[in-house]
Every structure is written in structure tokens, then in C-alpha cells.
Nanobody, 118 residues
Framework: QVQLEESGGGLVQPGGSLRLSCAAS????????MGWYRQAPGKQREFVAR???????YYADSVRGRFTISRDNAKNTVYLQMNNLKPEDTAVYYC????????????WGQGTQVAVSS
């Protein structure tokens, strides 16, 4: 059974940084494709970043160059380092296990709130 738990959200000023963590259960974590998504109030959930088992990464245009996704297979954890945060990054951030077609598999964490405001 797959369980995911995000942490690391909070309130930060524009230009600030946060690092989100997603701890996963499951002995096959190192083989999983993992993704981060976010959902702002009144908007649909949107893709942020993904990382493959070999470490390859891909980002949404809106975060490329500011966010970095990484993983530590020894800790069954995926991270999202967010730098130069903007008010429009305010959202609930979710991690998920992806299918081999890079779509959400249905396994989501509970989410962690990120608020960017002065």
C-alpha cells in the first residue's frame, strides 16, 4: 500500500524559499516516478514537477529555474526546493506517485499549504 505524507509548507515573503518533503511508504520507492502538483483557491490542481527513478526531472514553465525536485531513495523521500517564491505560488502542494505515462496514479498525500505574502 502506498502512503504519502507532505511537510514543510508555511508562510513566506515574496522572494523567499521553502523546501517541501514527501515521505513515502513502500519498498519499491526507488522505482517510482514521483510528482508535485499544486492547487490554488478556486483553481484546478496543476502539475509542478516530476522526477523519474533515474533522477531525470521535468518542470512546469511557471516554476522552471526557481524550483528543484529531488529524491533520496534511502529515505523514501522526494523534495521540492522552492526559491524566489511569488504570490502566485500560493497553493496547497501535493506529492503523488505517477504512472508510467506520467499521470497521477491516484496515490496522493494530504497536501501542505504554501502561502507567499508580504
Amino acid at each position: 500500500q502506498v502512503q504519502l505524507e507532505e511537510s514543510g509548507g508555511g508562510l513566506v515573503q515574496p522572494g523567499g524559499s521553502l523546501r517541501l518533503s514527501c515521505a513515502a511508504s513502500g519498498s519499491a520507492f526507488s522505482t517510482w516516478r514521483m510528482g508535485w502538483y499544486r492547487q490554488a483557491p478556486g483553481k484546478q490542481r496543476e502539475f509542478v514537477a516530476r522526477i523519474f527513478s533515474n533522477g531525470s526531472t521535468y518542470y512546469a514553465d511557471s516554476v522552471r529555474g526557481r524550483f528543484t525536485i529531488s529524491r533520496d531513495n534511502a529515505k523514501n523521500t522526494v523534495y521540492l526546493q522552492m526559491n524566489n517564491l511569488k504570490p502566485e505560488d500560493t497553493a496547497v502542494y501535493y506529492c503523488c506517485k505517477l504512472t508510467n505515462w506520467n499521470a497521477p496514479s491516484g496515490y496522493w498525500g494530504q497536501g501542505t499549504q504554501v502561502a507567499v505574502s508580504s
